[in-house]
């Protein structure tokens, strides 16, 4: 009895403040409510500084024909040679068979323990193999670590086959993937890099899609940071063609390729202090050259530019009152993280400019843009990311107010 005695109570109780508080928000449905007035908020504290500008052709004394280094991130160059001659790129070619691997991977469309059969055709590659033969059935993952480790022909011929039916329709999707990338200087003729007439690229398409691996499946570091392995219960040994896996710190990829017209190619990736670079060697006279000139390239990026990072995904970065919503604030967060790549000494000189809506009115989205912040180094814009609200905010009718009491005060009572 007394329980029920008290269950009344807090319901006349409650009913009573509901309907009190939905009385003084009716009448006051002409109230101005407080917006924060700073549309523009600047400070020099983040980075103005020069531009990563290209470095000259003969600065770094390059052999190979052809160059080019880029900032992972942002795609940016920062060191260029003769990078849209188009050239045979050998076995790099492979980094565009194992996007279209990796993308079949994250549509379902293909399994890691998938079993993968060798054809005669696959079973036919020279130049680098494993040896397939045509009895036998290797997994995914096996034939991904051949192709990564050591180039294996005959498991790309065997994995283009088991994706698209046939080597062509497999090269098709490859020339089609490259137009979606802006790669202009590419056509592809086969899946594996073996030189053939017509089959060609540029140091600027090989960082292209270099780029597109890399951030789009950082799974394939996986693969590519092995430098000894084995396969068939250890009967296959396999050790990483790319020598910068062991000897060069913060190396996480990417691919070689060599041939008798092609000469020594490379895509070269590494990290250190949350800078990603990629550099790419083409042509260049002899294997060791292009290690010894993709650690060049690479010194010069990690030696004169840095990642500078001012706020992460989901950061506060202000706060707004809402006009005529069942909430009175939301916050304004991070879209993304917030980072540049500038010179090094030039953090200083960074501009930030933060914009935030003036005026807030309920209904808001989760996630709806509010405003932006940019970053300006000598007037020109780097980069921008969203602000966006950290919540949905409902527009103040007689039922969102009443559910929305409801709720603050059943929250209370439990």
């Not at 068939?232 to 396999?238: A, F, I, M, P």
Request: hydrophobic share 40%; with cysteine.
């Amino acid at each position: 009895m007394l329980f029920k005695y008290i269950k009344k109570i807090t319901v006349i109780t409650l009913s009573l403040y509901m309907i009190s508080s939905i009385f003084i928000m009716s009448l006051a449905e002409n109230y101005e409510w407080t917006v924060i007035k700073n549309d523009t908020v600047e400070t020099n504290s983040l980075a103005e500084g020069e531009n990563a500008e290209n470095s000259s052709k003969d600065e770094l004394n390059l052999e190979c024909e052809s160059a080019i280094l880029i900032e992972q991130n942002s795609g940016q160059v920062l060191y260029e040679k003769n990078a849209h001659e188009q050239l045979r790129p050998a076995s790099v070619t492979k980094l565009m068979s194992l996007l279209l691997i990796f993308e079949a991977l994250e549509a379902g469309q293909i399994k890691l323990d998938d079993q993968v059969p060798c054809s005669e055709n696959a079973a036919s590659m020279g130049g680098s193999q494993i040896w397939l033969d045509t009895r036998e059935e290797l997994s995914v993952n096996e034939m991904l670590k051949a192709m990564c480790v050591v180039s294996a022909n005959d498991c790309t011929v065997a994995m283009a086959e088991y994706i698209a039916g046939s080597e062509g329709a497999f090269v098709e999707k490859m020339n089609q993937k490259a137009a979606e990338l802006g790669m202009k200087d590419t056509c592809f003729k086969n899946c594996h890099g073996i030189d053939e007439d017509g089959h060609v690229t540029s140091s600027y398409d090989i960082a292209l899609m270099s780029r597109e691996l890399l951030t789009k499946h950082p799974d394939i570091t996986n693969y590519t940071t092995v430098y000894m392995d084995s396969l068939r219960d250890g009967k296959s040994q396999l050790v990483n063609t790319n020598k910068l896996i062991r000897n060069y710190k913060g190396a996480t990829g990417l691919k070689t390729g060599s041939t008798s017209l092609a000469l020594f190619n490379l895509s070269a990736s590494a990290t250190r202090d949350n800078l990603s670079l990629i550099a790419v060697i083409m042509k260049a006279p002899t294997s060791a050259k292009r290690f010894e000139e993709a650690k060049k390239v690479l010194d010069y990026g990690f030696k004169n530019y840095e990642f500078k990072q001012f706020g992460a995904k989901g950061d506060i970065v202000g706060n707004l009152t809402v006009e005529k919503g069942v909430e009175k604030n939301i916050n304004a967060i991070l879209q993304d993280n917030c980072g540049v790549l500038i010179k090094k000494g030039t953090e200083n000189n960074v501009i930030q400019n933060m914009q935030l809506d003036s005026h807030i009115s309920a209904p808001i989205e989760n996630g709806q843009k509010i405003g932006s912040i940019t970053f300006r180094i000598d007037g020109k814009e780097i980069q921008t990311i969203s602000i966006v609200s950290d919540r949905e905010v409902k527009k103040e009718t007689f039922v969102n107010v009443a559910s929305y009491i409801y709720k603050k005060w059943f929250c209370l009572l439990r």
